[in-house]
């Protein structure tokens, strides 16, 4: 322990660690509400961060696609010319907040009782203070990391992406030459297992976003008429169907490593290559832990919204209907085959947006790296890899061919539940959360 700590005063020192938690409240203050629709403005917010890296004596470019949705890109120039750039990346917008349902307000970056608290303490206003306090410490003792490292703070995640890293991606290909890994949202954070253990989740893949629009045409008339061309009783069965279909079982190579990690840990006897794997029998096992792969053993498709008719004794001659539909890495074709046929000849279904599920080596030296450093600083915790349920920036950056990794580390007490904190009321972070997760971005950054 003792050992560990000199470690840990010889990387991080105390103007980071006071850093940290001055920028996550800063920040927090600095209103970023994304409404969607273009309604937000992140140009503040990237002022603040580029001039903090500029004190570091960095040379950060503010982009813009649309005046006011502010992007920040810098690089810090590594020893090894012929190492491969990693891109260290934190969106500067956060979702809505309602301050009656608050104890605290939203944006008043308060710190109190040793907690900062306010709307993106933890999505992900921490993590661009992490990486802010890690690099101007990196200056002050004059350290150069091996790797080029490429820091981006992006516009409109919350949203479309089309301000940020939609943008950056399509426009500003050139800032990112040679990256071919980067980190960011969500993983490294602490998940408490319900029986006194703790997991590191670290995500190295997403859901990809299959979001629908069905429509579904018949002939309009009388309400009063027989009609077995009704749109809207078309509409409604295709609809059933969906939100009735139980999707089958599809272990990627992600989820079925993060089980044979997890069964490892918790000493259940588990084959997961084996032709007669039980993977719901082992989801019962592993209990409340099984919360980190359950939803991303399958696809999804929810039925989320319904459009029809216009008045009760008129038959409308279209009905139309949204489906929030997610599907695991290599399975696109066939979620697109479950479709065609759960809708039927009768109803026509589209992408209204459409975003690529991600996969990403669990056993590549960049994983090894992530993994040594929040065992480094959580001795007792065990990292696990998982696939997140959603999406974040890391697909628009996988356009680049930049492989995503989820890591921003948080080591987080009992009772503090990250995933229920994330777009929840009385978002807050603790302080020792915030030291933690410099620490360890700090040596891993070091070691990448
Ligand atoms: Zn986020």
Known sequence: MAEQQLMETATVDRQALDEVVTFTSELIRIDTTNRGGGDCQERPAAEYAAAKLAEAGLNP??????????????????????????????HLDVVPAEAADWSVHPFSGEVRDGVVWGRGAVDMKNMDAMILATVRQWARVGFRPRRDIVIAFTADEEASAEDGSGFLADRHA???????????????????????????????GERGTGWL???????????????????????ASAVARIGDHEWPLRL????????????????????????????????????????LVA???????????????YKINVIPGEATAHIDGRYLPGTEDEFKAT????????????????????QAPVDSPTFARMR??????????????????????????????????????LKLPEGFDYQ???????????????????????RFLRTA
């Open 339 to 358: 479709l065609d046929a759960l809708t039927g000849p009768d109803v026509d279904w589209e992408y209204h947006h459409r975003e690529v599920a991600l």
């Open 252 to 291: 990627t190579p992600t989820v079925r490593a993060a089980l044979a990690e997890m069964a490892t840990v918790y000493g259940i006897e588990a084959d997961v290559d084996a032709a007669d794997f039980d993977a719901d029998a082992l989801l019962t096992a592993l209990g409340p832990a099984a919360d």
């Open 61 to 90: 470019t503010i982009l813009e696609r649309t005046p006011g949705r502010g992007n920040v890109v810098a690089r810090i120039e590594g020893t090894d010319p012929t190492a491969e750039a990693l891109l260290v990346h934190g």
């Open 213 to 235: 629009k069905l429509t579904a045409r018949g002939r309009a008339g009388h309400g009063s008429k027989v009609n077995r061309a009704n749109a809207v009783s078309r509409l």
């Open 174 to 204: 050139d800032l990112f030459e040679g990256c071919t890994e980067g980190i960011s949202e969500s993983g490294a954070f602490t998940f408490h297992d319900g029986r006194g253990g703790q997991l590191y989740p670290i995500a190295a």
């Open 420 to 442: 229920a904190l994330f777009h929840g009321v009385d978002e807050r972070v603790p302080v020792e959360a915030l030291h933690f997760g410099v620490r360890v971005l700090d």
């Open 295 to 309: 939803p991303t053993v399958r696809n999804s498709s929810n039925p989320t919204m319904l459009s029809a008719g």
């Open 372 to 409: 040594a450093a929040v065992e480094e600083f959580a001795p007792e915790g065990h990292v696990v890899p998982y696939c997140m349920s959603g999406g974040t920036d890391a697909k628009q950056f996988s356009r680049l061919g930049i492989t995503g990794y989820g890591f921003a580390p």
